[in-house]
């Protein structure tokens, strides 16, 4: 069973950071990109951030580039976005992603509010 469990969401005030993290399970984690989408109300899905498989490639949302970094460690099979400067703006639902052979996976979402 292919499962993604994201937890690390909450609030937190403007400028501050958070840590989400994404647990996987049930396939072969070190052998595929992951990746973080958010999905604010009103607002389309939006990639936030993709690391590929061997570590090295990393891809960011314009509005997250120098404020966030994704990492991976395959020996726990998780994956990590470190958000920092948090914006109002940055609101949503962060979704952990990946796309296996036969299979879009997706975690149940974990709510980041940024809010004064």
């Known amino acids: 069973q292919v499962q993604l469990v994201e937890s690390g969401g909450g609030l937190v005030q403007p400028g501050g950071s958070l840590r989400l993290s994404c647990a996987a399970s049930?396939?072969?984690?070190?052998?595929?990109?992951m990746s973080w989408y958010r999905r604010a109300p009103g607002n389309e899905r939006e990639l936030v951030a993709r690391i590929f498989s061997n570590g090295g490639s990393t891809v960011y949302a314009d509005s997250m580039k120098g404020r966030c970094s994704i990492s991976r460690d395959n020996a726990k099979n998780t994956v990590y976005l470190q958000m920092n400067s948090l914006k109002p703006e940055d609101t949503a639902r962060y979704y952990c992603?990946?796309?296996?052979?036969?299979?879009?996976?997706w975690g149940q979402g974990t709510l980041v509010t940024v809010s004064s």
């Open positions: 992603n990946t796309k296996l052979d036969l299979l879009d996976a």
């Open positions: 049930g396939f072969a984690f070190s052998s595929y990109a």
